[in-house]
């Protein structure tokens, strides 16, 4: 895809977080929707050689989320949390947790924002700490998320 829709920029907004920022041609509504329906997390979130799998997804406020990223090996990957606001389709807040390393819990806002039917999605995460923050950006979380919203636009593309 080309255009201003094919770069994720990162920033650090204070020593505890990290911010993403992309921009995605289509509307939010749409945007938000692929974010919070089980059919289309599933052909974005994770890496392409794996296969994400819903365990459980129950967008409400206090409602669980679980993902299981299983990779060509059978190798699984799991990720959980909970829903702290949902205000479609402009924002999400929830905790994240990587089960592989219980207990390192952060919190995740994105925003959609709409305009000329272009919707920037940012994305912050606020890591209890600074290792944990450092921790996140050594496991190649960047490489990572920006393979994630490729596929988020190609999958935006397809359902436009």
Request: avoid cysteine; charged fraction near 30%; aromatic fraction near 10%.
């Amino acid at each position: 895809m080309t255009g201003p829709g094919n770069t994720t920029t990162f920033t650090q907004p204070s020593e505890r977080e990290i911010r993403m920022s992309r921009v995605f041609d289509a509307p939010r509504e749409l945007v938000s929707q692929a974010h919070t329906d089980p059919a289309h997390i599933t052909q974005w979130w994770g890496q392409r050689r794996s296969t994400t799998i819903i365990d459980m997804l129950d967008v409400r406020p206090g409602g669980a989320w679980r993902f299981i990223e299983r990779d060509p090996e059978g190798n699984e990957y799991a990720f959980r949390g909970e829903f702290r606001e949902v205000v479609p389709p402009e924002r999400l807040v929830y905790t994240f947790e990587f089960e592989g390393m219980p207990g390192r819990i952060l919190v995740e806002t994105v925003t959609f924002d709409e305009h000329d039917g272009m919707t920037t999605v940012t994305s912050t995460s606020l890591f209890e700490s600074v290792a944990d923050r450092d921790g996140m950006l050594e496991s190649g979380m960047e490489s990572g998320a920006i393979e994630s919203w490729d596929r988020l636009a190609e999958l935006l593309e397809r359902l436009k």
